[in-house]
């Protein structure tokens, strides 16, 4: 039963994310599936099943894939409606996807499952996946790759860039660097701090390049 639910919503996520090209497609889905039950197995916490199903559906009422983000928490529900779900197990999964988002500023999650959906999609925010989803989301949404004239500062606040311009690279100081230290799992951490360093020798190298230092 679990698995034919789990099916069926990976087709019903398929079919709405698959045209997207902000990184936030089918396959980043399916990523941040893997690293969520990667995490509970080794964490030996967190039901899988609530896992699961909240990492396949965590993009669907995002804010950046969705102008009426009230309509899109609508479709999300008709669809765990839809399942014939038992109510506490669609709160969790919904109380999971409302509470995970970097945007929602949330410190404390409800549950290990949060935690865990949380620092999947972090890491994949991060490292040579991290630095493509990044480039391609900021194309998408016309921002400059990089901006040499916006001064590049370590503890910028996202309202900063958002009063003024802003660019992919800046987009690594704004959240990209600072993931590593918000993960709550240290099987998470433990990943990430490859990545991390990865997106630091990458920033050393473009800055290089685009300086024309041969
Ligand atoms: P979250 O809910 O934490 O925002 P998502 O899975 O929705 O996570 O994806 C966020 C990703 O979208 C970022 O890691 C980044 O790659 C991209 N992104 C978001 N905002 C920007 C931006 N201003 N510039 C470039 N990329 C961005
Ligand atoms: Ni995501």
């Given at each position: 039963?679990?698995?034919?639910?789990?099916?069926?919503?990976?087709?019903?996520?398929?079919?709405?994310?698959?045209?997207?090209a902000?990184?936030?497609?089918?396959f980043?889905?399916?990523?941040v599936r893997?690293?969520?039950?990667?995490?509970?197995?080794?964490?030996?916490?967190?039901?899988?099943?609530?896992?699961?199903?909240?990492?396949?559906?965590?993009?669907?009422?995002?804010?950046?894939?969705?102008?009426?983000?009230?309509?899109?928490w609508?479709?999300l529900?008709?669809?765990?409606?839809?399942?014939?779900?038992?109510?506490?197990?669609?709160?969790?999964?919904q109380?999971?996807?409302?509470?995970i988002?970097?945007?929602?500023?949330?410190?404390?999650?409800?549950?290990?499952?949060?935690?865990?959906?949380?620092?999947?999609?972090?890491?994949?925010?991060i490292?040579a996946?991290?630095?493509?989803?990044?480039?391609a989301?900021?194309?998408?949404?016309?921002?400059?790759m990089?901006?040499?004239?916006?001064?590049?500062?370590?503890?910028?606040?996202?309202?900063?860039?958002?009063?003024?311009?802003?660019?992919?690279?800046?987009?690594?100081?704004?959240?990209?660097l600072?993931?590593?230290?918000?993960?709550n799992?240290?099987?998470?951490?433990?990943?990430?701090?490859?990545?991390?360093?990865y997106?630091?020798?990458y920033?050393?190298e473009?800055?290089?390049?685009?300086?024309?230092?041969?």
């Amino acid at each position: 039963m679990k698995q034919k639910m789990i099916g069926l919503t990976e087709k019903y996520v398929y079919d709405q994310l698959n045209l997207d090209a902000s990184g936030h497609d089918w396959f980043h889905i399916d990523r941040v599936r893997k690293l969520a039950l990667h995490i509970a197995k080794e964490e030996k916490r967190g039901n899988a099943f609530i896992i699961e199903m909240a990492a396949l559906l965590h993009d669907i009422p995002d804010d950046k894939l969705n102008d009426d983000v009230d309509a899109a928490w609508g479709k999300l529900d008709d669809w765990l409606q839809e399942l014939k779900l038992d109510e506490d197990r669609v709160k969790a999964i919904q109380e999971i996807i409302r509470t995970i988002s970097y945007s929602s500023g949330q410190l404390k999650l409800p549950s290990i499952e949060a935690e865990i959906v949380q620092d999947a999609d972090r890491l994949d925010a991060i490292g040579a996946i991290g630095i493509a989803r990044t480039f391609a989301f900021g194309g998408k949404k016309g921002q400059p790759m990089y901006d040499p004239e916006l001064p590049v500062r370590e503890n910028m606040s996202k309202m900063e860039y958002r009063k003024g311009k802003s660019s992919s690279v800046h987009h690594f100081y704004e959240k990209l660097l600072r993931l590593q230290d918000k993960l709550n799992t240290s099987t998470a951490k433990k990943i990430a701090s490859e990545r991390h360093e990865y997106m630091v020798g990458y920033l050393k190298e473009f800055y290089k390049e685009w300086d024309v230092r041969l």
